[in-house]
């Protein structure tokens, strides 16, 4: 049986990486849960918490929350789960959050998924969107039955505006910004894997691989033990 303490894991990929695919599939393998911060904070909306008012003003204008309100958030979650282990997915977003995060609810595995700007350029360029029901179209691999019209309501589908490409590589250059310092944090603490490559079907056998060694190496330390 694997130690579930090995499963406290992290994925770090800007948009359009395939962070979300990986993420899903380490998942559904390793019965780890998958723990999405943007899901959990909309939830708090929908659940009309204490904070929800503060959420949604923040979301809606666009700005960071307070890193005191997500961090508890996100804490209070995993401590639901900490017998389980946990797939951590968009938090931290600022070496700050990971340095709090480190104190209070420490991971110890962090993958990293490097994917060239052009590639994800590419992808996201060609991504339209029925955005009532949130159903995402790519023209060159999946596009709709009738251009410009979402299959199941034939209402039109749309280009997000941060879809476009000038404002993909200005997210792109932010992110970067913001998550080499926590790379770099977390590589000082020893438990960084980063994983270089264009597809996700590509990258997924190098990522559970990894995992495999990992969590059989520690199943062998729990059992010596």
């Known amino acids: 049986m694997t130690s579930q303490i090995a499963r406290r894991l992290l994925i770090l990929g800007a948009p359009g990486s395939g962070k979300g695919t990986i993420a ?3 998942a559904k393998t390793y ?3 998958h723990i999405v911060v943007g899901d959990l904070l909309r939830q708090h909306i929908q659940r009309k918490s204490d904070e929800s008012k503060t959420i949604k003003e923040h979301i809606d ?9 997500v961090l508890k958030f996100v804490v209070d979650e995993l401590e639901k789960i900490r017998d389980q282990g946990f797939l951590l ?5 600022t070496l700050k959050q990971a340095e709090m995060l480190h104190r ?7 993958i990293a998924l490097n994917v060239p700007a052009d590639e994800i350029i590419n ?12 159903r995402v179209y790519n023209l060159q691999w999946s596009p709709p039955k009738v251009a410009g019209k979402d299959d199941e309501t034939g209402e039109p589908i749309s280009q997000r505006e941060d879809d476009k490409p000038e404002v993909i590589r200005h997210r792109l250059n932010t992110h970067d910004k913001n998550t080499n310092p926590i790379k770099e944090f977390y590589k000082q603490l020893g438990v960084l894997q980063e994983f270089h490559g264009r597809e996700s079907d ?9 995992l495999d060694r990992i969590l059989k190496d520690s199943s062998s ?5």
């Open 104 to 110: 209070q609810m420490k991971v110890n595995h962090v």
């Open 123 to 134: 992808r996201l360029k060609d991504r339209w969107v029925h955005l009532p029901s949130g």
């Open 202 to 210: 590509k990258i997924w056998p190098e990522v559970k691989q990894y």
């Open 61 to 69: 204008k666009g700005l960071l929350l307070p890193d005191d309100l």
């Open 89 to 93: 997915d968009g938090y931290p977003r």
């Open 24 to 26: 899903s599939r380490i």
């Open 31 to 33: 019965g780890t849960p």
């Open 221 to 225: 330390q729990k059992t010596a033990a």
